[in-house]
């Protein structure tokens, strides 16, 4: 029987005739289609620095396919192994319960399929990964014509970390590691704002700073893809007297290195069916 013919963002595959585990990226989804714009972008940007890896980008919500149906696809179509990569930035309920609940739902019946779930990209212990800091330095440097200089100076005296927020106490604390982080990087200050779920708002951690004598406060967005939430965060943040907002991560090449470091490192989590 001829194997199931299937397409990704990145790549085409035809059965599995050996190589590399395929890879399967899951996003948390957005109405906004600008999201899932990004995640496939990112998706053909992985595929492009792996040559020979099939590279899939699935959704949780709002887009199709979710990771569920392209596990089966994948089973079906002779793959025995895949890898899983969150893509998210906190540890957070889509980490612990979500996914899982995917990966058995795919596992439980059909052809066998050993996945395994990596980290997610944001800190996967006490010190954020040097390519996520090397990102969001990027998209900072962006902002201004030419870049950031070399020293750093005169561009900014203060940070605000903006993600987009979560109730889960363990996973703002990983945020609040990746803003010292990016401070000390920087030399500067650097507060953690959030869209939602939890205080303090962009505006608001905006305007403490340069109440606390900051003149110049940028905003790096802790995004890995456009939508509301950074839409709304680049607004509050602009109306403060932010001086830039950084766009998301989307496809930067350090994300991509993330990515594959993801792919290549140890599994937080393994379901063989």
Known sequence: MRAARLTSPGTTVTGAAGGADPVVLVAHGSRDP????????????????????????SWLDHTE???????????????????????????AYHHRVDIPAAVA???????????RVTDVLGPADDTPDPALLAGLGRRLGETWPGGLDASRRGRFDALVLAAAGTRDA??????????????????????????????????????RLRASGARRVAVSAYFLAPGLFHDAVAEAAGAAGAVAVAAPLTDAPELVELVLRRVDGRPVLASTG
């Open 170 to 207: 363990r996973a703002r604390r990983s945020v609040g590691r990746v803003a010292d982080a990016l401070g000390a990087e920087f030399g500067v200050p650097c507060r953690v704002a959030y869209a939602s779920a939890a205080p303090p708002a962009a505006g608001v951690a905006v305007s």
């Open 65 to 91: 396919p979710g990771p569920t149906e392209v596990l089966r696809q994948l089973a079906v179509a002779g793959h025995r192994r895949a890898v899983l990569v969150p893509l998210l930035l906190t540890a």
């Open 34 to 57: 600008r999201a899932a714009d990004a995640t496939r972008a990112l998706a053909r940007a992985v595929s492009a620095a792996r040559p020979g890896t099939p590279v899939w980008a």
């Open 105 to 115: 739902a795919a596992t439980g019946s059909g052809p066998p399929l050993a996945v």
